[in-house]
């Protein structure tokens, strides 16, 4: 899927990406600091039903949501993550197979740890206003 976007359109864009998804729990948001992740991520828990204040988990590296229908959700963001064994001493595993969705930003400082199914979302800037977004399901050679 690719599509550009501007930020009136996240709503739409976000039922497009869970529509097209549905099955996907691990998707990982990939683009520079200030592209628009965690924006793009809190229009699409917005979209699930998430009734729990949704702040960007920089400082905390994972923040736990609840929807109206009682699912939990997992939004991660490793920027700030000094050490690999940072992910491990926080029970990574256990929320990737947890079977709930995990939104995670800055993938790459964990690559060693992502599971070998994943939803990849590249987030570019086009101009000030404006997006470019690539989603492509992703599976790692085993």
Known sequence: MEVTYTEPELEKLSGQLLDNFVEEK?????????VGKTTLIKSICSCLGVIDEMTSPTFSIVN????EAHEELYHFDFYRMEDQN???NIGIEDYFFSGHRCFIEWPEVIT???PDKYLEISIKLVDVNTR???????????
């Open 132 to 142: 470019h977004l690539t989603a492509a399901f992703n599976e790692r050679n085993l």
């Open 86 to 88: 940072e992910a491990i």
């Open 64 to 67: 736990e949501y609840v929807t």
């Open 26 to 34: 691990i998707w990982l948001f990939m683009g520079e600091m200030g």
């Open 112 to 114: 060693d740890f992502l």
